[in-house]
């Protein structure tokens, strides 16, 4: 693992205690923080997917009325209030 770069943070409160968690499991703060970071990253990087595929159902006319009827149905068999 080559390390090529160093950077310093300045940690509000909430950040501080997430990293203070963290090392309390033994993590050194490099690895805590380069944890965060590619966890993030990841979240990010899923979250745009998940909105990608999310857009090309929505475009995909079969698709769409396969979820108005399951909605139409699922609405059927709700119980009445």
């Given at each position: 693992?080559?390390?090529?770069?160093?950077?310093?943070?300045?940690?509000?409160?909430?950040?501080?205690?997430?990293l203070?968690?963290?090392?309390?499991?033994?993590?050194?703060?490099?690895?805590?923080?380069?944890?965060?970071?590619?966890?993030a990253?990841?979240?990010?990087?899923?979250?745009?997917?998940?909105?990608?595929?999310?857009?090309?159902?929505?475009?995909?006319?079969?698709?769409?009325?396969?979820?108005?009827?399951?909605?139409?149905?699922?609405?059927?068999?709700?119980?009445?209030?």
């Amino acid at each position: 693992m080559g390390m090529t770069l160093a950077i310093s943070v300045r940690l509000d409160d909430e950040a501080e205690r997430a990293l203070r968690t963290l090392e309390a499991t033994g993590m050194t703060q490099s690895l805590a923080v380069r944890t965060a970071l590619v966890r993030a990253a990841r979240a990010l990087r899923r979250h745009d997917e998940l909105a990608a595929e999310v857009a090309a159902l929505e475009a995909n006319e079969n698709d769409r009325r396969e979820m108005l009827a399951v909605a139409e149905m699922m609405e059927s068999l709700r119980a009445p209030w």
